[in-house]
């Protein structure tokens, strides 16, 4: 039997697991939970491939402690980029700065790509840039009436480094994604949610109870079930329909000869909760 994976080392963000249902707390409110300058990049990534090895966990949870969800890149940081800063996060020569980014903020999409459990943001402030973009990588975003969001990159004379323009448009469509991302204009809560960006605005009290219902509610579920599920969805994305299909019908091939798979359908029949062991 395959040993529970140890959590993660974590430096600046603090992690919790209940019901099986892993939450990620943004803990630099000094930076307003930016995620360059200090060590949430790493805390993200390492925290997305424990939950992708980790059986006990079916859902995962990020939130920013403090006034903000993130700020995203740390903008005093890229006043630094003469050569006397080489070692800061934007200081450098061309080549430099890609490479940069490809080993830093660029790590957290691919980690994001590759989670195989649903992860919902639970939006307590504002969410811009990068932070904004992060928003975007989750499955699910519920939002705090506080919260805020912006593509604001433009306004800094730079791009979405960290593949916001890939992300927004996929969720919105072009055209709305377009007009955030050129204008860098900054949202409030109740406009997202009516651009598709987030599925709920609640107040700042019932942020993380409403987050966490919703992750208690898919954890609930046969957790191979849950996983293969969430494969399916996102490699729809990417799959012609035949191809797609034939995945399907793997996967479900797997889920029949699952014991949560009868489990499942004698719960149903006796009309009582499932109790489910993940295999």
């Avoid at 990020?62 to 005093?76: D, E, H, P």
């Avoid at 940081?77 to 061309?94: I, P, S, Y």
């Amino acid at each position: 039997m395959a040993s529970i994976p140890a959590y993660p080392s974590l430096s600046d963000a603090t992690l919790t697991l209940e019901d099986r249902v892993a939450l990620l707390t943004f803990n630099r409110d000094d930076l307003r939970n930016a995620l360059t300058g200090c060590n949430l990049i790493d805390d993200i990534c390492n925290t997305v491939a424990w939950a992708n090895r980790n059986p006990d966990v079916s859902v995962l949870v990020l939130t920013g402690a403090g006034s903000a969800f993130s700020s995203g890149g740390n903008i005093k940081e890229m006043q630094l980029r003469d050569t006397e800063h080489k070692d800061a996060a934007f200081g450098g020569d061309v080549y430099e700065v890609q490479e940069k980014y490809r080993a830093g903020i660029q790590r957290i999409p691919l980690a994001m790509s590759e989670a195989e459990i649903p992860v919902i943001a639970a939006v307590n402030g504002p969410a811009i840039g990068a932070g904004f973009d992060l928003t975007c990588m989750c499955d699910i975003r519920i939002a705090s009436s506080k919260a805020m969001f912006g593509e604001t990159f433009v306004n800094l004379g730079i791009i979405p480094g960290d593949g916001g323009a890939w992300f927004l448009q996929r969720l919105i469509g072009y055209q709305r994604a377009a007009e955030l991302t050129l204008t860098g204009r900054v949202i409030k809560a109740d406009e997202a949610k009516e651009l598709g960006i987030v599925l709920d605005v609640v107040e700042p009290e019932e942020l993380l109870p409403a987050a966490m219902k919703m992750a208690r509610q898919m954890a609930s579920k046969p957790p191979q079930a849950l996983r293969m599920t969430k494969r399916l969805l996102k490699s729809a994305q990417r799959h012609e329909l035949k191809d797609f299909l034939e995945l399907c019908a793997v996967f479900q091939g797997m889920c029949h000869n699952t014991n949560d798979h009868m489990e499942a359908i004698n719960a149903f029949i006796e009309k009582r909760p499932g109790y489910y062991q993940g295999n």
